[in-house]
Every structure is written in structure tokens, then in C-alpha cells.
């Protein structure tokens, strides 16, 4: 989710399932996938990256996300037909700026992956501002790329809330060679108007943390909240840095508010504040607040009050929406020795079965990089453990369901799934 705060999504479930405490995101002519130059890898020995926060709030996160692939990758006894599969995990976040994508971190992993003739993947990042740090250095290698989490429109599209330049400044051998397995923030706008337009919503205010992420997602709330037959009220800004934002919610009228943007740019104070002035407004937020702690009281996020308020959208659906996913569920209990699953275990398995169906379709080529980013963009009616899907012409993944979150007990809990309207 998050920009040059390098965008992450966490979040707990309750419910179906309760995960530990940690911190939860196309030029049509230039979109076709393929070969983004990378060569082959001699022999028959190959190696799949992992770039993920493993530092911080999203540690736990992450790791559900790293098992979840390793699960898949034992499921088929790290082999895909006469090659060898080789796991590597790194850890794109440090101490300085641990629970997101460090930007010199994140281009030092993704160089790793370029200086190993045997890689065949890169799976990540977590962050969709960590993965406008890798993508480009991975395309001018060839590094087929796939992302378990991120939803930013512009790395994909030149959709509204993209920047200038976006997506192509991402692939300089301008051939596409990245894809993600959650739907876009096209989408979750879409999803978050949906459920204001259900709860009665007449007029939305919405605000932003002015990073890539929450410009962008406000953006596509903005549009999708005007087609839906509502009104787009108060509009402003949020500076991180600022100690409170009373002044400024004082503007807020509308009977609805949502604000993109994610934790760490002062989100809690602005709920708080907004809160406060409008008692009776509807609260909403983006996947960029959907952790604990935003969530959590007792970890330093809204009031139970506020929580009580508040609904979240997040591209991930709870366990009781995704039935394909009860066999990897019992074997993930199984191997790990745990009794719930995060949902994000599922989107990490999703991500390396991809990865390894991919190899498997490209066949005695499964060495040859440009040949496996072909197969990649090739993935059509695929039966993955989230849901049917195809992987278009610019990566994104044809799935569209987001599910709606609310806070019991602290936690963002799992609800139901949301059809956003088109």
C-alpha cells in the first residue's frame, strides 16, 4: 500500500481465524507481456527469491506469506519436472526502517537476484512502493516477478491514480514481465464505494495521506463514489507530521468519511479527530489501515468507540470465502503446528503455485527466463486456491472480490465478500 513510506498491507482475522499481532499495496499499447531480455539459466539447478519485510510490525505477516510458498514448493518436492527448485528468502526491510520495503535494502535484494544466473523468479515485494524500487531492476534482467500483496494502480496501469510516467518508467526493455495475484485499487475503490452506497452513504468526504498510495487510492474512491450515485464532500490532505488535525475535521459534514492512507502517516489521529468533530459520520477505511495497530486500543490505535465505527476493505478474503483453500489449510495446520491461518499464508501459497505452474507449462524451457514470463502472461482459467482467474496482458490478475473487515476485540475481523459494483 504504501508509496515512499514503501506500501504494506497487515491485518488480523478474527472469526474464521485469528493471526498474531502485526502491521498490514497500463498503457494498453506498451501492456503485452514477454521477454524482458534475462537469458537462460544453464543447467538444471534453479533458484526462487522471496523479498519480504521481515523486520517490525509486518514480520509475522511475512512470514505467513514465506510459508505459505514454502508449502507449495514441498507439495511438489522442490522439482518441477527434470529441475530443481532452490527457495531464498530476504528481507527487504532493516533496522532502521523495519515493517516496510527499505528502498537501498529492496535494490540490493533485487540485484542479488540479477547476479545469480539460476533465478527464475522473484516473488515480492510485500510493498507496492518497495516493488517500484525492484521491478525495474528485475525487467532490465529478465527477473519474471510476481507480488502476493500489492495493489497500487500504477504499477501495472496508467489508470486514474497513477503518476506520470506510470507504468512504463517500471519496464525499461518495455516488455512486462511482473504480475500480482490481488485485484488492483481500481478495484477496492470500487469495493469501498460499494459498501458506502449498501450502508445509505449520501455524502462522502474524503481525505489522504498525500503519499503514492493514498493519493492514488482516494482518487479511484473519488470516481467510483461519483458513479455510484454519491456525493463527494470535503476533500483535504493529511500531513504525517502534523500533532492533530482539529481543525481541519471541523470541515467534515458529510455522513460518510474515508481517508487513503496507511498507519504509520498519523493515521490514527486523524480518525480520532474526525471522530470527535463528526460523531455520526459512517468511518471507512483502505487496506492501508487494516492492522493491529490501527486497530488495537492497547496498541497505540483508534478508540474502541472509533473501532466500533469503522469498516476496511483488504483484497484478501476470510478462509469461509475461499473454499478452494480447506486441503492447503489443513496441511498448513498440519506442517506448522498452528490451528488458524492467515489469510495471507493462502495468497503466498497462491503466489509460488503460480510461479511453479508457470515452470511446469514452460517444459524443458522451464530455464529459459523469457520463455517462463511468456508462460507467465499465458495463465488463463487458472485454478489457483483463491479463486478461478487469468493474468492479462499488463499482469494484473482478473479476480475482483475484496472482503469487508470491521474491529472486535481490537482486530480487524473478517465479514463478508464485497462484488464491487462496475
Known amino acids: 500500500m504504501r508509496g515512499y513510506t514503501l506500501k504494506a498491507r497487515s491485518f488480523l482475522v478474527v472469526a474464521c481465524l485469528v493471526v498474531p499481532a502485526v502491521v498490514v499495496s497500463a498503457c494498453g499499447d506498451s501492456g503485452s507481456g514477454g521477454s524482458g531480455g534475462g537469458g537462460s539459466v544453464s543447467g538444471k539447478n534453479l533458484t526462487i527469491y522471496s523479498s519480504l519485510p521481515l523486520q517490525g510490525t509486518s514480520r509475522d505477516q511475512s512470514l505467513a506469506v514465506i510459508n505459505g510458498e514454502k508449502l507449495a514448493l514441498d507439495k511438489v518436492s522442490n522439482k518441477v519436472g527434470d529441475f530443481k527448485i532452490k527457495y531464498v528468502s530476504l528481507d527487504d526491510s532493516t533496522a532502521q526502517n523495519p515493517g516496510t520495503a527499505d528502498e537501498s535494502q529492496t535494490q540490493q535484494n533485487a540485484r542479488k537476484a540479477i547476479r545469480d544466473k539460476t533465478t527464475i523468479f522473484y516473488l515480492g515485494e510485500f510493498?507496492?512502493?518497495?516493488?517500484?524500487?525492484?521491478?525495474?531492476?528485475?525487467?532490465?534482467?529478465?527477473?519474471?516477478?510476481?507480488?502476493?500483496?500489492?495493489?497500487?494502480?500504477?504499477?501495472?496501469?496508467?489508470?486514474?491514480?497513477?503518476?506520470?510516467?506510470?507504468?512504463?518508467?517500471?519496464?525499461?526493455?518495455?516488455?512486462?514481465?511482473?504480475?500480482?495475484?490481488?485485484?488492483?485499487?481500481?478495484?477496492?475503490?470500487?469495493?469501498?464505494?460499494?459498501?458506502?452506497?449498501?450502508?445509505?452513504?449520501?455524502?462522502?468526504?474524503?481525505?489522504?495521506?498525500?503519499?503514492?498510495?493514498?493519493?492514488?487510492?482516494?482518487?479511484?474512491?473519488?470516481?467510483?463514489?461519483?458513479?455510484?450515485?454519491?456525493?463527494?464532500?470535503?476533500?483535504?490532505?493529511?500531513?504525517?507530521n502534523s500533532p492533530n488535525y482539529k481543525s481541519a475535521a471541523s470541515n467534515v459534514k458529510g455522513d460518510c468519511f474515508i481517508w487513503g492512507g496507511v498507519t504509520g502517516e498519523n493515521g490514527v489521529q486523524v480518525y480520532k479527530d474526525v471522530a470527535a468533530a463528526n460523531s455520526t459520520a459512517k468511518l471507512y477505511g483502505p487496506d492501508g489501515v487494516a492492522e493491529q495497530a490501527f486497530?488495537?486500543?492497547?496498541?497505540?490505535?483508534?478508540?474502541?468507540?472509533?473501532?466500533?465505527?469503522?469498516?476496511?476493505?483488504?483484497?484478501?478474503?476470510?478462509?469461509?470465502?475461499?473454499?478452494?483453500?480447506?486441503?492447503?489449510?489443513?496441511?498448513?495446520?498440519?506442517?506448522?503446528?498452528?490451528?488458524?491461518?492467515?489469510?495471507?499464508?493462502?495468497?503466498?501459497?497462491?503466489?509460488?503455485?503460480?510461479?511453479?505452474?508457470?515452470?511446469?507449462?514452460?517444459?524443458?524451457?522451464?530455464?529459459?527466463?523469457?520463455?517462463?514470463?511468456?508462460?507467465?502472461?499465458?495463465?488463463?482459467?487458472?485454478?489457483?486456491?483463491?479463486?478461478?482467474?487469468?493474468?492479462?496482458?499488463?499482469?494484473?490478475?482478473?479476480?475482483?472480490?475484496?472482503?469487508?473487515?470491521?474491529v472486535k476485540g481490537g482486530l480487524p475481523t473478517y465479514e463478508k465478500k464485497i462484488v464491487a459494483a462496475k
Do not use: H
Open 127 to 240: 510493498n507496492s512502493g518497495g516493488t517500484k524500487v525492484s521491478l525495474p531492476i528485475l525487467n532490465k534482467g529478465g527477473i519474471p516477478q510476481i507480488s502476493p500483496s500489492n495493489t497500487y494502480v500504477g504499477l501495472t496501469t496508467d489508470e486514474p491514480g497513477s503518476e506520470p510516467g506510470e507504468p512504463d518508467k517500471y519496464y525499461p526493455t518495455k516488455k512486462r514481465t511482473y504480475a500480482r495475484v490481488v485485484p488492483r485499487d481500481k478495484i477496492q475503490g470500487a469495493a469501498l464505494a460499494t459498501v458506502m452506497k449498501q450502508d445509505g452513504c449520501k455524502t462522502v468526504d474524503i481525505w489522504n495521506d498525500k503519499t503514492t498510495y493514498g493519493a492514488g487510492i482516494a482518487k479511484n474512491i473519488e470516481l467510483s463514489v461519483k458513479s455510484q450515485g454519491m456525493t463527494v464532500g470535503n476533500k483535504a490532505g493529511t500531513d504525517r
Open 295 to 406: 486497530t488495537d486500543p492497547k496498541k497505540g490505535g483508534v478508540p474502541a468507540d472509533v473501532g466500533a465505527r469503522l469498516k476496511i476493505t483488504v483484497a484478501t478474503l476470510g478462509v469461509k470465502d475461499l473454499p478452494s483453500a480447506s486441503g492447503v489449510l489443513d496441511s498448513f495446520k498440519q506442517k506448522y503446528g498452528v490451528s488458524t491461518v492467515d489469510p495471507y499464508a493462502i495468497y503466498g501459497y497462491e503466489t509460488m503455485a503460480l510461479a511453479l505452474d508457470v515452470l511446469k507449462r514452460a517444459g524443458d524451457k522451464a530455464g529459459d527466463r523469457a520463455a517462463v514470463t511468456k508462460e507467465l502472461f499465458n495463465t488463463k482459467g487458472r485454478q489457483g486456491v483463491i479463486g478461478t482467474y487469468d493474468i492479462d496482458a499488463n499482469g494484473d490478475t482478473t479476480l475482483t472480490d475484496y472482503g469487508l473487515y470491521t
